[in-house]
């Protein structure tokens, strides 16, 4: 009679064994974290200290004007100002300023304003302490157009004086 008794006993022993050891099954492991991607390595900069594209990209090499005047704007005169302080840090530099008319007007005309353009940039770089020995005009009235469309967008883009390194920039 014992053994009748034992056995239920041993299979209610044998389930909870079984549950337990259900219940106790380890976690599903962690799903392993993202790879961290290392940094990425600061950009180092192509430009050369004192080259034409250091003139062009962290100085700025255009000023615009305004509808047949040749005055530079107020808000252009930072960006010779910057010209006149990197002259003064390269001073083997020379450069040329370049004057450029939109497409109205004479050829005549549009070259006569070109170089009073060039001209309005070179006195204020001058007037900055830059000599006059260090910069050349040239003026190419409406012959250049950066923008070919006939709207006052474009136009504005092509009226400008653009400063460019003539010779002594790092290369």
């Not at 962290?58 to 305004?66: C, K, L, P």
């Not at 474009?154 to 003539?166: D, H, K, L, P």
Request: glycine residues 6%; proline residues 8%; hydrophobic residues 40%.
């Amino acid at each position: 009679m014992k053994k009748f008794a034992v056995g239920p006993k041993l299979a209610a022993v044998a389930v909870a064994v079984f549950v337990v050891g259900c219940a106790k099954e380890p976690p599903p492991p962690a799903p392993a974290p993202a790879p961290v991607a290392a940094p990425a390595p600061a950009p180092t900069s192509k430009i050369v200290p004192g080259s034409a594209e250091d003139l062009r990209v962290n100085v700025g090499d255009t000023v615009h004007f305004e509808y047949n005047l040749y005055a530079v704007q107020d808000a252009d005169k930072a960006t010779v100002q910057r010209q006149a302080a990197w002259l003064a840090k390269y001073p083997n530099i020379k450069v040329t300023v370049e004057g450029h008319a939109d497409e109205r007007g004479t050829r005549e005309y549009n070259i006569a304003l070109g170089a009073k353009r060039a001209n309005a940039v070179k006195e204020y770089l001058v007037s900055l302490g830059v000599s006059a020995a260090r910069v050349d005009t040239v003026s190419y009235g409406k012959e250049k157009p950066i923008c070919t469309e006939s709207t006052e967008a474009c136009w504005a883009q092509n009226r400008r004086g653009v400063t460019i390194v003539a010779s002594g920039a790092n290369s």
